[in-house]
């Protein structure tokens, strides 16, 4: 009695699927490196968005405050008075904005807030917030 081993035709698609499946899971590995790799950049993105006050002040029953915008533009949700929402109006190169706006990058613009009175004014931003002190 002779011994029988696999066919050619057998070892070779054994083979092949061996090669598929390693070839799958490094490939699987990569996408999923890749992917977290482009999430941490993302969110990297939104640490260059950023908003700079400039000045502020009070008069009357306004408060203002002037900002300059980064190189990348900033996302601004929202301004507070005193850590209350007011009714602002945002100008930035003479254009009015409704919040949340999107401001362009590397500009210049004010808020007008209506409250009567010195207040602490902050912007809240896509990255965060940032305060400036409206005072007479």
Not at 5 to 15: F, R, W, Y
Not at 32 to 47: C, K
Not at 122 to 128: E, K, L
């Amino acid at each position: 009695m002779t011994a029988r081993g696999i066919s050619d035709v057998a070892a070779e698609l054994m083979l092949i699927l061996v090669v598929l499946a390693v070839g799958g899971a490094f490939l699987s590995y990569y996408y999923v490196t890749l992917t977290q790799y482009e999430r941490s950049v993302g969110n990297g993105y939104d640490y260059l968005q950023y908003l700079v006050p400039m000045s502020a002040w009070s008069a009357g029953d306004h408060v203002y405050a002037t900002f300059s915008t980064g190189p990348y533009g900033v996302r601004l949700l929202n301004v507070l008075v005193n850590s209350s929402p007011a009714s602002c109006n945002v100008t930035v190169g003479g254009v009015s904005y409704k919040l949340p706006a999107d401001l362009p990058a590397a500009s210049m613009g004010y808020v007008s807030c209506r409250w009567s009175g010195p207040g602490l004014v902050t912007f809240v931003t896509g990255s965060g917030e940032v305060s400036v002190y409206a005072g007479p």
